[in-house]
């Protein structure tokens, strides 16, 4: 999974950034800005993989198109607003609530094999969601655990 190693690799070197420029470790900091950058390399994926994502989406939901746009905007606004220590509660819990509300379509997506990147109906199915799901919690903890319950 690249968001995991995306967030993983960014927590290590924000680590060691901010030890370097601060003399003093903040892992709470380090974890809200691999979060975002985590969020913004996700966010990325919005605008390239348009029409896999917009394939993850139920047929009754009207304009995917859009609200693939949508929801990549979003994920780089709370990207940011984890970063602006007046908004990392609120965006935080925003974030769980959003990472909550999009499980279902990965759950619809693997029911439905698809492929997102591809744009295709050949993806790896349930399968797929032995990862996810435990991923979905991860980023739930670590969003609640760096932004509204500081370690």
């Not at 029409?51 to 693939?68: A, D, R, W, Y």
């Amino acid at each position: 999974m690249k968001p995991l190693v995306v967030l993983l690799s960014s927590f290590v070197i924000a680590v060691f950034v901010i030890k370097i420029v601060n003399r003093d470790y903040d892992f709470a900091l380090s974890a809200r800005i691999a979060m975002s950058i985590m969020l913004c390399f996700t966010a990325i994926g919005h605008f390239t993989f348009t029409k896999g994502m917009s394939m993850m989406i139920p047929q009754f939901i009207p304009f995917k198109t859009n609200l693939v746009y949508l929801t990549g905007i979003f994920e780089i606004l709370l990207a940011i607003g984890l970063l602006i220590p007046k908004l990392k509660v609120i965006s935080g819990w925003t974030l769980i609530v959003f990472l909550v509300l999009i499980l279902p379509a990965n759950v619809y997506a693997s029911i439905n094999n698809v492929d997102y990147q591809k744009g295709t109906f050949n993806g790896n199915g349930l399968s797929y969601l032995w990862l996810r799901i435990p991923l979905q919690f991860l980023f739930i903890a670590w969003t609640y655990f760096c932004s509204i319950r500081i370690f």
